[in-house]
């Protein structure tokens, strides 16, 4: 039973006035772009908010399997453990978008990303994902080697909201 004070209290999404402003495409040094496909459509006929996940999947992806990032640890999976994405705006069908992703935050074995979803120069919505480096036999956690850690380290560039 819920009383009335606990209702008036409870709050799921913050008012708009309280959300940062949205990220710009000069924030995100890597980019992977995707086609808007019609099956992506909801009932409202706009991108099912599901579906940005997958967008968001793309980009992470794209970094951590390019060789040039230097991500790749043998006999070692990223697993995601954690998303929490802000909606900004609809994705209409037919279109593409972009997905822009940045490292920000390197743990013992998580790496935390912020990211975005643009159609054209327009924000679609913005999001913070955190993988983890799981050993492929034992799938626990496994830290970064120290010369990855530190390669990571020197090439992370600002992420957007971070000092």
Known sequence: MHSRHHERNFSPVPPPSSRPPAPHRQDFPHWASDT????????????????FSTYLETGR?????????????????????????????ELRWPGTIDIGTAIARIGTSSLTFAQAVFQGETCAANAETTVVLVDAETRRPRPFPADVAERIRASMPRAPGRA
């Open 61 to 89: 992806v794209m970094v951590l399997r390019d060789p040039g990032c230097g991500l790749l640890v043998p006999d070692t999976e990223f697993s995601l453990v954690r998303a929490v994405i802000d909606f900004r705006g």
């Open 36 to 51: 808007i496909r019609y099956g992506d459509l909801d009932r409202q006929n706009h991108v099912n908010n599901a579906v």
